[in-house]
């Protein structure tokens, strides 16, 4: 599900209307921030069940303008799990993220 979608969903957005002459008009909302930061962590993982604790393995977040549904900014960057170093093969399947992203 997209960024948008999901603030829309959880009602994090201002909802836009189209009025009869075409032109959009906005409507009121109870939303009280300009901007959310949105962040989405994808850790370490392995198909079968162990005891090692997840490490991050990458850090995203975007800016999202709360009145248009936009992406105003991005940020993101890989992180070097200190634990366990190598990725398994389930979690470059799962997340896309290889050992030279």
Request: charged share 20%.
């Amino acid at each position: 599900m997209s960024t948008r979608k999901l603030a829309k969903k959880l009602g994090l957005l201002r909802q836009r209307s189209q009025s009869t002459s075409g032109v959009k008009k906005s409507v009121i909302s109870n939303q009280i921030f300009s901007y959310l930061v949105v962040i989405d962590f994808e850790s370490t993982c392995w198909r079968e069940k162990n005891n090692y604790g997840q490490e991050i393995i990458e850090f995203p977040a975007v800016l999202l303008n709360t009145s248009s549904g936009e992406v105003e900014s991005e940020f993101h960057t890989y992180v070097q799990p200190q634990e366990h170093p190598v990725l398994s093969n389930f979690c470059t399947e799962l997340t896309g993220i290889t050992q030279v992203s």
